[in-house]
């Protein structure tokens, strides 16, 4: 499962200025903090032992490490935001080649970060600044990123790819991390493209986001799917493999009954 993390940190009140043209002068990795919606954990690079986690430091110049959620981790919210408002705080580190963005790593404050040649450090950003250098980048993680920025503008913009993206790949992407990181306030818009999505492939990206999501209903969610007859039967399929997957007692005897024919 993808997993998320949150952390600590004061910052300065100070922003940068309403221009949101990118302020990437050259290539190399740059730093900026955003305010960000609450998670649980924290947002580090970790090993795992006999399935308990070990932070480690994280190398910007290596690919392939992943950053692992917590589940025992409480939520935890910082003093001030970027914005000087409260909440919780990220540090985006952008990788600019050419002028544009060619990778993104979010990561806690708290966190042990390196880069063989550094970072420029941005400082605090306002949310539409941020959402603006962030642009139309061609990355996997863009989703991401725009995902973990508190406040409307991000989840509109979450929603609205999700909707109406041009590319598939980057619709299923912003379907993801709304169930993710954003499923209270998009909820009625993952349960829409459950079951009247354009495409089978974004009905079924859907299914696994809300299965994923840690939604209180999401059980309930999937076995109303299962027995929806007028359903498509693939839509159907993959709600119950998710339900199966879901270590869940009331899935776990939903599947019971429907294998030995009890009601």
């Known amino acids: 499962m993808i997993r998320a993390f949150v952390f600590t940190l004061g910052l300065s009140a100070t922003l940068v ?9 050259a290539d190399g990795w740059y730093r900026w903090q955003i305010d960000a ?33 917590v589940d025992e981790a409480e939520p935890q919210a910082v003093t001030t935001g970027a914005g000087g408002a409260g909440g919780s705080v990220m540090n985006l580190f952008a990788r600019v080649e050419g002028g544009e963005i060619t990778k993104l790593r979010p990561f806690s404050p708290g966190c042990e970060v390196h880069a063989r040649d550094g970072w420029t ?8 600044d941020s959402l603006a250098w962030l642009g139309d980048s061609d990355t996997d993680d863009r989703m991401m990123a725009v995902a973990l920025h508190a406040g409307t503008e991000a989840r509109n913009e ?34 829409e493209l459950m079951t009247a999505g354009d ?3 974004i009905r079924e990206q859907a299914i696994f986001s809300y299965a994923q999501s840690p939604a ?19 839509d159907r399929k993959h709600a119950l493999f ?21 009601p």
């Open 17 to 25: 200025s309403a221009d949101a043209r990118p302020p990437f002068a």
């Open 37 to 69: 919606v609450e998670t649980r954990g924290e947002w580090c690079c970790h090993t795992w032992n006999n399935n308990r986690p070990t932070r480690m430091a994280c190398d910007l110049d290596q690919d392939g490490f992943s950053v692992d959620h």
């Open 121 to 128: 450090n941005l400082g605090p950003v306002a949310t539409g």
């Open 158 to 191: 979450l929603v609205e790819t999700a909707l109406h993206g041009n590319d598939p790949r980057t619709r299923e992407h912003a379907i993801f991390w709304m169930g993710q990181l954003r499923v209270e306030e998009t909820r009625d818009v993952l349960l």
């Open 199 to 201: 495409r089978e492939k």
């Open 216 to 234: 209180p209903d999401r059980i309930d969610v999937l076995i109303a799917l299962i027995e929806n007859t007028r359903q498509d039967m693939h």
């Open 242 to 262: 998710w339900l199966a997957q879901a270590d869940s007692p009331e899935g776990v005897d939903y599947i019971q009954a429907l294998l030995t024919g009890s």
